[in-house]
């Protein structure tokens, strides 16, 4: 089947486009989204009235499916493999990592720490990268480079080569979290977008490194340890599937080649209520600045940072406290299987739970608690192969940091402004992560009292911390109601086609309602 595109549209190429008919604001392609642009574009074709009249019920299922089936398993097996990367280390250190690299005391933790050092150096100058590049392209050639780098670790002997190539890594894995926010945040709209969330930013990690680390295990040749064998595995496999990246993942709706045009009209109108916007190539400053004085964006940054130190220390540590209970280092990578799961179970339900009773923060602060009793049992009872099931319902912290995600999606609106946004909360994310393996000493273990208190401590704090948010956002709801109310006869009379593509912010847009 022919798709539409060869009809004749031709995207326009010019700062200013007149959109004809009953269409008549002027779009600025450099400050409106790209989405005006396009649909001014189609709005002048002759059969326009063809291509922009409503979807049917079953054709927006249709390419709800075809968006799900294409975009999901593209960022999923990719983001998964940026996580593999962190997962495997903690598996490495039982499989022989630390002696053959010559690690002792607190470098370990730092190895584990340093990546998000890299991530945080790179990680606003890398977004800025990705909006003015092609966001697919840049995404596409960061997943090849941490591939590479990945396969560069077996080849390291000491403390200093596995810094630096963890660094490297960081520094090109700082564009998963935030970068491929903005890609949910233009295909999915907002009661869509915590499932997806969920499926997307998911702990199969976990799932894929037991696998990959039973394989290695079990490995009889001599010609690489175990450990290294492991890394290698997962360099090849996150560098063949950038490749699938480079074939199929598109800028945005509108430049998708496996979408028809007026699929892409549908793919593009069906996000137009949640008013985020879906691309803009101009950085624009005073985006840029309100989000560093937008309350919100703080909000994020702390909680990320608080759901991410038992992250650090969990991620880390697991596998050196599992094998301490008592096991042996096959049953430890087949428990750290696990971890995965439970982690994933915690992050569907949560999500689920967020859509289902519209209260997105009441569900994040509810799904706190169950890793919240996990350590205070983890801190209180004997420390023997039982507390296995303690610790699997601390590894359910990803359900909170899920929900939050969300939130930070649907919450923010403005291209610029959602880069920053993603940005700062990734560096919550890297600044919790840095410290949570450093709160496990080397002088405690096998107990570590010092990281499961600090767990303790902060599962407390981020329940108390999102219940503040929930509040915040509750009177930013109403004031948002008065300003609509102020100015509801002009907004009333806006062409809807192309009103709520003018990249605005969530605080600049007066039709925006918050999700809580």
């Not at 009809?7 to 005006?36: C, I, L, M, W, Y």
């Not at 189609?42 to 054709?59: N, Y």
């Not at 730092?110 to 998000?116: H, L, R």
């Not at 939130?407 to 990734?426: E, F, H, I, Q």
């Amino acid at each position: 089947m022919q798709d539409q595109d060869e009809k004749g549209f031709v995207p326009n190429t010019e700062q200013s486009v007149v959109v004809p008919d009953e269409h008549h604001r002027q779009v600025d392609t450099k400050q409106d989204d790209e989405a005006a642009g396009f649909l001014a574009e189609v709005a002048s074709r002759p059969d326009a009235e063809e291509i922009l009249a409503p979807f049917t019920p079953s054709e927006s299922k249709k390419l709800l499916r075809k968006i799900d089936a294409i975009i999901i398993p593209l960022l999923f097996v990719a983001l998964m493999m940026g996580s593999v990367d962190k997962v495997s280390l903690a598996t490495s250190a039982v499989m022989g990592f630390r002696t053959d690299t010559h690690l002792v005391g607190q470098q370990y933790s730092w190895t584990s720490s340093i990546i998000y050092f890299g991530a945080i150096a790179a990680i606003i100058p890398s977004l800025m990268a990705m909006q003015r590049l092609p966001p697919h392209i840049y995404i596409s050639f960061n997943v090849s480079v941490w591939g590479i780098i990945t396969l560069c670790l077996p080849a390291c002997k000491t403390f200093a080569q596995v810094m630096v190539v963890r660094t490297l890594l960081g520094v090109f894995e700082s564009v998963i979290f935030a970068g491929f926010g903005l890609i949910v945040s233009m295909w999915w709209t907002r009661e869509e977008q915590p499932l997806r969330t969920a499926i997307i930013f998911s702990t199969a990690s976990s799932i894929t490194n037991g696998l990959l680390a039973v394989a290695a295990w079990n490995y009889k040749g001599t010609r690489i340890s175990k450990w290294q064998l492991l890394f290698l595995l997962v360099g090849g496999i996150t560098f063949t599937w950038s490749l699938l990246l480079w074939a199929f993942l598109p800028a945005n709706p509108t430049k998708a080649r496996w979408l028809t045009l007026r699929q892409k009209v549908g793919a593009t109108r069906r996000m137009q209520d949640n008013h985020t916007g879906m691309e803009n190539k101009q950085f624009k400053l005073s985006q840029f600045k309100e989000a560093f004085i937008d309350p919100k964006t703080w909000f994020y940054f702390f909680t990320n940072v608080l759901l991410n130190i038992p992250n650090g220390g969990l991620v880390g540590f697991n596998s050196i406290v599992v094998k301490s209970l008592g096991f042996t280092t096959q049953q430890t990578l087949f428990l750290g299987i696990l971890t995965g799961v439970f982690s994933w179970i915690s992050s569907f339900f949560w999500g689920w739970v967020a859509v289902k009773t519209g209260r997105r923060h009441l569900a994040a602060m509810g799904s706190c608690v169950l890793p919240l009793i996990g350590t205070i049992l983890l801190y209180k009872l004997p420390r023997n192969q039982v507390a296995l099931l303690y610790l699997y319902l601390g590894y359910m912290y990803w359900g909170p940091y899920i929900v939050m995600m969300g939130s930070m999606y649907a919450n923010t609106g403005g291209y610029t402004k959602k880069m920053t946004v993603y940005a700062l909360g990734y560096i919550g994310y890297c600044v919790g992560n840095i410290i949570g393996p450093q709160t496990f000493l080397a002088k405690q273990a096998p107990l570590y009292v010092g990281g499961v208190v600090a767990m303790l401590v902060c599962y407390s704090l981020a329940i108390v911390v999102i219940g503040l948010f929930y509040l915040y956002l509750l009177r930013l709801n109403v004031k948002k109601a008065a300003e609509y109310e102020a100015n509801k006869a002009t907004l009333e009379a806006e062409d809807q086609l192309l009103s709520d593509w003018q990249d605005l912010t969530d605080l600049q847009n007066p039709r925006f309602v918050y999700a809580i």
